[in-house]
T-cell receptor, first 111, second 111 residues
């Protein structure tokens, strides 16, 4: 069974700090990795995706991928209270490209 | 573009009743999905479709049925509703090589 593991949190960081969210996956053949943000009572929204080993930056967000360690992370720089949400890691697997989601990490940014 | 549209947003069903959750996308995506999300349990795949006329079971298909007569529409049918089907249901679609776009969700309570 392909699995995606995340620490459920809550992860609490002060405003302006760097928030680091981590994810591991079991399927070594996975090629595509996604981070979604979900506010309470809302649907998930895509914030980052990464395919290659290394870092990918988009504004305050940086996704990091290490396929050898089967590890994906999301860094949020200069965290804001509006970043408080649950962050879902998703891995694209299988022949049909379905996403397998972790259970999410709840982030709380304190003013 | 409206993206992915789900109806209804909320519904209360009695045990044994049936209903259809509607999902429509206007992005001409071939791939469509139904997930359910329970508190602390992440997103579980119910059914998916890779194109009109083609559907397949996901991780938790029991008690549900789907059809895909057009590219745009992917309704989810609940027959003989049970309390275990109380959940938030998300429809999603994706284009080739892209991440998912989610609908706003349907919050279903079975009493």
């Amino acid at each position: 069974q392909k699995e995606v593991e995340q620490n459920s949190g809550p992860l609490s960081v002060p405003e302006g700090a760097i928030a680091s969210l981590n994810c591991t996956y079991s399927d070594r053949g996975s090629q595509s990795f996604f981070w979604y943000r979900q506010y309470s009572g809302k649907s998930p929204e895509l914030i980052m995706f990464i395919y290659s080993n290394g870092d990918k930056e988009d504004g305050r967000f940086t996704a990091q991928l290490n396929k050898a360690s089967q590890y994906v992370s999301l860094l949020i720089r200069d965290s804001q209270p509006s970043d408080s949400a649950t962050y879902l890691c998703a891995v694209m697997g299988g022949s049909q490209g379905n996403l397998i989601f972790g259970k999410g990490t709840k982030l709380s940014v304190k003013p | 573009n409206a993206g992915v549209t789900q109806t209804p947003k909320f519904r209360i069903l009695k045990i044994g009743q049936s209903m259809t959750l509607q999902c429509t996308q206007d992005m001409n995506h071939n791939y469509m999905y139904w997930y359910r999300q329970d508190p602390g349990m992440g997103l579980k795949l119910i059914y998916y479709s890779v194109g009109a006329g083609i559907t397949d079971k996901g991780e938790v298909p029991n008690g549900y049925n789907v059809s895909r007569s057009t590219t745009e529409d992917f309704p989810l049918r609940l027959e003989l509703a049970a309390p275990s089907q109380t959940s938030v249901y998300f429809c999603a679609s994706r284009g080739q090589g892209q991440g998912y776009t989610f609908g706003s969700g349907t919050r279903l309570t079975v009493v």
